[in-house]
């Protein structure tokens, strides 16, 4: 006996096969439809390869045991990540819909869980496309040499390096001040820095164009967008592996330790990047897969887009760190010189005399007498480990605005590998974008919030113009806490709700038998016993247990931002501070405001249902 929900009225809502071939041959209905199968599937590609692949993939990996890491994040993806990618796609192809317009059709009751995903596209996508203002910034300024994060600027007297830069490095000084002009706390708000504004109007444009008429024109940026961060990405590997330190900074990424294994939080934290990683439960895979022939793979095309996911983390890990060995490399090496020349004055030692190759044998050489270990032990030398420089663990803006910005000042040809950088990270953020806003747009229209014949360009324009209103918060000088606090909390939570609703209402609303028959239909065979077991059981469970342990995590976790403070004390160490008492009610927003869509929308059609019969009463 199967589990099933009573679901009244299903057959009317959906569509039988035989209408789906009938508006498959008279090609009825003013959907577009996807030019090739090239360009649906490097649509997929580009909205779920992101910047997360490029810079906490391979933090994660470094900080879970390298190679270790791989073990529980490829089970993940086969066991949670394609199960879920899989009934998107097929859900979405079946019923021809968006995200709210796919689970009002199996229950009117749930179109919440299609508004839920809308409101998190809308909150993940106003900071997201931020990052790629900043990206924009970034590149605009690598047209110069020197690049302008390389040295620090002289003070308005001209007489001295600025004190900030002097006491931090160029790097953090360009990021912190040059380019956010940060204040010291979340409450100190300061004026909109009229330079970001101005790229962020400049990103928001740029996306409007491209997503200006749906997939018609996403579809052909995205050979571009798709493909181009590949194309960086080998050419980096390629310099990176010329450069000295780089397969050092690849051993240290990939060394196993397997004592990982067995620590809650690596199992815990691959879940959670194998689902965000995919893009899973925004609503714009659903709508991506709608425009999709009837008979399309929909299991082939999972399949391939994970294998190429999984890869691309993997690819992109190894290029960040053959350029962070490098850096690291650089870092050891200056560490040491400065320690030979402070022992080549103490002991009036010629040059030469103590090198890098000899410099621990000469070190236990003065040691080994009276007067030389006195005299060592006045010079406070610095302590050079090259292991400690490549453990210097970063993600997210941090290893892409400081640590890898830092690590091209030191190439040769310093402002072409920087242009080439901030291109490939500006193509990962805008393909990715093309989903979010597709995730917004779609169902708005299946909403009818506006009207039919509203042209797309329209709302899409709107959209996007709400978007850079609200972004603003994001270009004032508090704007980095602000976009911090997005990141942590608008895509969390109710992603991992909305992902369970959803398997939850094919499995046992739908009907897995009717699922499966669709799928025969779809694709010629029924899904096998494993795609069974992982949407029945395996990949609920997962997706539940990541819930509580994240949520208990952040309920007993104290709330804390870092901070870029320069009178603090430990500067240029970043400080950690308590958020403000008024900033919960800004996390309750992000991320239970769009939870509780689901089930505020189910009680709205419930008394929508009472209330009328009442009254007839």
């Known amino acids: 006996m199967r589990l099933l929900f009573p679901n009244p009225g299903l057959k009317e809502r959906i569509p039988s096969h035989e209408d789906l071939e009938k508006m498959e041959k008279e ?34 990996c470094q900080s879970h045991g390298g190679g270790a890491f791989m073990i529980p994040f490829l089970i993940l993806l086969v066991l949670e990540g394609i199960p879920l990618l899989y009934l998107e796609f097929a859900i979405g192809q079946r019923l021809r819909k968006g995200s709210v317009g796919v689970w009002a059709a199996i229950n009117p009751y749930l179109a919440g869980v299609g508004i839920a995903s809308m409101t998190v596209s809308f909150l993940v996508g106003i900071y997201y496309n931020t990052i790629t203002a900043w990206v924009m910034w970034y590149f605009f300024n690598s047209f110069q040499s020197p690049l302008p994060w390389s040295q620090c600027p002289l003070n308005a007297n001209l007489t001295d390096l600025v004190s900030e830069c002097k006491r931090s490095s160029p790097v953090d000084y360009f990021w912190y001040r040059s380019t956010l002009n940060t204040s010291d706390a979340i409450e100190e708000s300061g004026g909109l820095q009229w330079w970001m504004v101005l790229c962020l109007v400049a990103a928001w444009t740029v996306l409007y164009i491209c997503c200006i008429r749906g997939i018609e024109t996403t579809g052909k940026a995205v050979y571009i967008t798709s493909t181009l961060p590949y194309l960086v990405l080998t050419i980096f590997l390629i310099r990176g592996l010329t450069l000295k330190g780089s397969v050092d900074g690849i051993k240290f990424l990939f060394t196993p330790d397997l004592d990982e294994l067995v620590n809650p939080s690596t199992w815990l934290d691959a879940g959670a990047q194998v689902f965000y990683s995919f893009s899973l439960a925004f609503g714009g895979l659903i709508s991506f897969s709608s425009y999709n022939p009837v008979h399309n793979n929909c299991e082939q095309d999972a399949i391939i ?82 292991r400690t420089f490549l453990s210097d663990g970063v993600e997210g803006t941090g290893l892409a605005f400081i640590v890898f910005t830092e690590a091209i000042t030191k190439m040769p040809i310093s402002p072409f590998w920087s242009a080439l950088f901030f291109i490939m990270l500006f193509c990962l953020g805008l393909s990715t974008m093309f989903g979010s806003v597709e995730g917004v747009v779609v169902p708005l229209q299946d909403l009818n919030i506006f009207p039919k014949k509203c042209p797309k360009e329209v709302l899409t324009g709107i959209v996007c113009l709400t978007s ?17 606090l997005f990141d942590s909390y608008a895509g969390s939570i109710p992603l991992l709700i909305i992902a369970f609703c959803e398997m939850i209402a094919v499995v046992y609303l739908y009907g897995i038998d009717r699922f499966n028959e669709d799928i025969e239909f779809m694709i010629g065979h029924k899904p096998s016993i494993f795609w069974q077991a992982t949407w029945r059981v395996v990949s609920p469970l997962i997706v539940f247990v990541i819930f509580v342990f994240y949520f208990i995590t952040k309920v007993t976790a104290k709330l804390t931002y870092i901070t870029w403070n320069p009178n603090s004390a430990n500067f240029p160490v970043l400080d950690t501070s308590p958020y403000p008492n008024w900033v919960y009610v800004i996390i309750f927003l992000l991320a239970g405001l769009p939870c509780l869509f689901i089930p505020g929308f189910a009680l709205y059609k419930l008394l929508q249902k009472i209330l009328p019969h009442k009254n007839h009463q």
Request: charged content about 10%.
């Open 27 to 60: 090609e009825a209905g003013d959907r577009p439809k996807w030019d090739n199968k090239a360009q649906y599937l490097l649509t997929c590609v580009g909205f779920c390869v992101g910047l997360g692949n490029v810079w906490r993939f391979p933090y994660l």
């Open 305 to 386: 887009i994970a294998i190429i996911n999984g890869c691309t983390a993997v690819f992109a890990a190894t290029v960040i760190y053959s350029i962070i060995g490098f850096r690291a490399t650089e870092q050891f090496d200056a560490c040491l010189n400065e320690n030979i020349v402070t022992l080549l004055n103490a002991f009036n030692l010629a040059e030469g005399t103590v090198t890098e190759s000899n410099y621990d044998e000469m070190l236990q050489n003065f040691n080994s007498t009276a007067s030389g270990s006195e005299v060592l032990q006045g010079l406070s030398l610095n302590t050079c480990n090259l």
């Open 468 to 484: 850079v209103f609200i972004a603003l918060i994001f270009t004032l000088q508090s704007g980095n806490y602000w976009l911090a």
